[in-house]
């Protein structure tokens, strides 16, 4: 079993509190053999009828950077800096490409998927260039979008989250929401 990361459950408790999502799953996973996709994070919404879908990849590393390693294969993310940024780029795009595969699949029936990529903190140039190709060349393919939240519209989703903490005492069953909780009404005495 795969542990589930803090940056996982923060956007999972964003999903459940502020986005009202019913369902939220963590590190969920394709059930046929041989695939090794991962979706870090499942959001489902029903309102009215109406069912909305969130997929949500998730990168919580504070210096910048997404992911170390060389690209797999030349793509349009070649353009972009240095192969460590190349290969962010072609892994981020790649789990997209397996999350629209996994969630138009499995709720085929949903009227709203969203995809959304979050992380703290992005290096300004080749990795926020490439996330915004990113964005227009998972839109061009499959003609859903990827929302960036990502540095400062991350920060603003993580302060939505710690006001809500400081105005309920409700239980929502997410950690990350509790953790904020307890930090919000702290008292000193």
Same mark, same amino acid.
């Given at each position: 079993? !795969?542990?589930? *990361? !803090?940056?996982?459950? !923060?956007?999972? &408790?964003?999903?459940?509190?502020?986005?009202?999502?019913?369902?939220?799953?963590? $590190?969920?996973?394709?059930?046929?053999?041989?695939?090794?996709?991962?979706?870090? #994070?499942?959001? %489902?919404?029903?309102?009215?009828?109406?069912?909305?879908?969130?997929?949500?990849?998730?990168?919580?590393? !504070?210096?910048?950077?997404?992911? +170390?390693?060389?690209?797999?294969?030349?793509?349009?993310? +070649?353009?972009?800096?240095?192969? +460590?940024?190349?290969?962010?780029?072609?892994?981020?795009?790649?789990?997209?490409?397996?999350?629209?595969?996994?969630?138009?699949? %499995?709720?085929?029936?949903?009227?709203?998927?969203?995809? *959304?990529?979050? +992380?703290?903190? #992005?290096?300004?140039?080749?990795?926020?260039?490439?996330?915004? /190709?990113?964005?227009?060349?998972?839109?061009? =393919?499959?003609? /859903?979008?990827?929302?960036?939240?990502? $540095?400062?519209?991350?920060?603003?989703? %993580? $302060?939505?989250?710690? =006001?809500?903490?400081?105005?309920?005492?409700?239980?929502?069953?997410?950690? &990350?929401?509790?953790?904020?909780?307890?930090?919000?009404?702290?008292?000193? /005495?």
């Amino acid at each position: 079993m !795969i542990q589930t *990361q !803090i940056g996982e459950l !923060i956007v999972g &408790a964003y999903l459940r509190v502020i986005n009202d999502c019913e369902l939220v799953s963590y $590190n969920q996973r394709s059930k046929e053999a041989g695939r090794q996709m991962e979706l870090d #994070v499942l959001g %489902v919404k029903s309102t009215n009828g109406k069912q909305t879908v969130y997929a949500c990849e998730v990168v919580t590393h !504070i210096r910048g950077g997404l992911y +170390s390693g060389t690209p797999d294969e030349e793509g349009w993310w +070649s353009k972009y800096g240095n192969p +460590s940024y190349q290969h962010s780029l072609e892994r981020i795009f790649h789990k997209f490409e397996e999350d629209y595969d996994l969630v138009t699949g %499995v709720f085929d029936d949903a009227e709203e998927y969203k995809f *959304q990529f979050w +992380s703290p903190y #992005v290096s300004e140039g080749h990795l926020t260039e490439g996330l915004e /190709e990113l964005t227009q060349q998972f839109e061009s =393919d499959y003609d /859903e979008s990827v929302e960036l939240i990502i $540095n400062g519209e991350y920060t603003k989703r %993580v $302060n939505e989250l710690r =006001d809500r903490a400081s105005e309920t005492k409700k239980g929502f069953d997410e950690p &990350a929401f509790r953790f904020f909780q307890i930090l919000e009404h702290m008292r000193e /005495e």
